[in-house]
């Protein structure tokens, strides 16, 4: 069953830090695209950054409201997609998905794992 | 303030057909595949429509797909209550800000 599994959020204060975790499975990690979107609550979708395959230079693109205070990893050793979130601010409460879409026109998302920031 | 312009909500009986529109830009809609996504109430995303008129497998041809210059449309027949959902539309945006862009989302009530 090809599956993404969210991890790691929870409660943090402003300016505080927090790294998500996404563990996939039943597909080629390593050649996937990865993608986290988020949600704030009663929002709509919005697209955090991305990660390209190792085989495509592994960079990165962020959206702009996180360029610089997020970071995007992978470790394709052991299917791990990683969100580093620092400078939290209010505005980051969010429910975080990644997701991919590892084979033309088939698109999987994890449950989403929240992020609070509250002082 | 999203970058496509969505409806924030639409509406029709079970059985009718409903458009949602998306309007964007060159940047965006106008030189990129367009997707679309159905959200569930406490549900994630799923993908309805790739590469502008494109439907995955399992998805059922009651959903189409439509894109002309800045702008694309999705398109629901015969209706049913459980398309009742928020539907996203999404793309590559190549401005300088370079980036995927999602619509507000369109909530559809089916009366």
């Known amino acids: 069953e090809v599956q993404l599994v969210e991890s790691g959020g929870g409660f943090v204060k402003p300016g505080g830090s927090l790294r998500l975790s996404c563990a996939g499975s039943g597909f080629t990690f390593s050649d996937a695209w990865m993608s986290w979107v988020r949600q704030a609550p009663g929002k709509g979708l919005e697209w955090v950054g991305r990660?390209?395959?190792?085989?495509?230079?592994?960079?990165?693109d962020y959206a702009a409201p996180v360029k610089g205070r997020f970071t995007i990893s992978r470790d394709d050793a052991k299917n791990m997609l990683y969100l580093q979130m620092n400078s939290l601010q209010i505005e980051d409460t969010a429910l975080y998905y990644c997701?991919?879409?590892?084979?033309?026109?088939?698109?999987?998302w994890g449950q989403g794992t929240m992020v609070t920031v509250s002082s | 303030q999203s970058v496509l312009t969505q409806p924030p909500s639409v509406s029709a009986a079970p059985g009718q057909k409903v458009t949602i529109s998306c309007s964007g830009s060159?940047?965006?809609?106008?030189?990129?595949?367009v997707s679309w996504y159905r959200q569930l109430p406490g549900t994630a995303p799923k993908l309805l429509i790739y590469d502008n008129n494109k439907r995955p497998s399992g998805i059922p041809d009651r959903f189409s797909g439509s894109k002309s210059g800045t702008s694309a449309t999705l398109a629901i027949t015969g209706l049913q209550t459980g398309d009742e959902a928020d539907y996203y539309c999404?793309?590559?945006?190549?401005?300088?800000?370079?980036?995927?862009?999602f619509g507000g989302g369109t909530k559809l009530t089916v009366l």
């Open positions: 999404g793309t590559w945006d190549s401005s300088l800000s370079a980036g995927w862009v």
């Open positions: 990660i390209k395959s190792q085989t495509n230079s592994g960079t990165t």
């Open positions: 060159s940047s965006n809609i106008g030189n990129n595949y």
């Open positions: 997701t991919t879409r590892y084979r033309i026109g088939v698109d999987v």
